[in-house]
């Protein structure tokens, strides 16, 4: 059985930008865990005001605790562990990242942030000791879900209904799922798209679509 491209788009893992350092909300934070604001996460639940005063588009910047969720969910998935998922994420400054299967992310939001203040620093983590557990590639988004003529399928709330398709077919080609917390695919990433599945008609959390997801294509290699 050939392995599913996992590919998480559009996930904000960025450092809280410079000229929000002086901003209360940040300062705030920083004191309360002693860390510098250069340490720290933009993180929308916590800097709202900080975001809000500089007008960042909240439906896309801030939520670095959805790609955190997702790895937890996805890393420990059965069909992670049968070996038939390669994960990656891309983020809203177009990094891409890739994250090896054995990768166990901590559990702590914080834990968490301090590995991806590490990774956005030096690129990869553990920054020398081996194995790599994640790290930034050299490549464009479209290179990597294309690569050697993947078909691109995708989560997405206006697509066909997955229960009408044969979704067997996505191992061997590349699973997009949004790592935002509102709105569509960003249009670049929109036209990469060959097939969007739906899994409801409403919203879903991303993590619950990729649980809903994985889920089914598990059961469908095991009956
Ligand atoms: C919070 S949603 C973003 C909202 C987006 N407007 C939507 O309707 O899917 C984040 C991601 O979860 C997945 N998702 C959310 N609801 C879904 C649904 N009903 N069917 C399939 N995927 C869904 C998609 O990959 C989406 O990009």
Request: hydrophobic content about 35%.
């Amino acid at each position: 059985m050939k392995k599913i491209r996992i590919v998480i788009v559009e996930a904000s893992i960025e450092k809280v930008p410079k000229d929000l350092h002086k901003h209360p909300a940040i300062q705030n934070d920083a004191k309360r865990r002693r860390r510098s604001p250069d340490k720290i996460l933009l993180y929308l639940p916590i800097h709202y005001t900080a975001l809000l005063s500089k007008g960042i588009n909240t439906t896309k910047r801030g939520r670095p605790d959805i790609l955190h969720r997702l790895l937890l969910l996805i890393q420990d998935h059965p069909l992670n562990k049968m070996g038939l998922i390669e994960t990656y994420f891309h983020t809203t400054n177009d990094e891409i990242y890739w994250v090896n299967p054995e990768t166990r992310p901590p559990i702590h939001f914080y834990g968490f942030e301090g590995l991806m203040i590490q990774l956005i620093e030096k690129g990869r983590i553990p920054p020398e000791k081996e194995p790599t557990l994640i790290k930034r590639l050299d490549l464009t988004l479209e290179e990597l879900v294309r690569e050697g003529d993947r078909e691109v399928y995708a989560l997405e709330k206006e697509g066909i209904e997955i229960w009408k398709t044969d979704i067997k077919k996505i191992f061997g080609n590349t699973l997009l799922i949004g790592g935002f917390q509102e709105g569509e695919y960003r249009r670049d990433i929109a036209d990469l798209i060959d097939y969007r599945l739906s899994l409801t008609k409403e919203t879903l959390k991303a993590s619950t679509a990729a649980c809903m997801a994985l889920t089914m294509l598990y059961q469908s290699i095991r009956i």
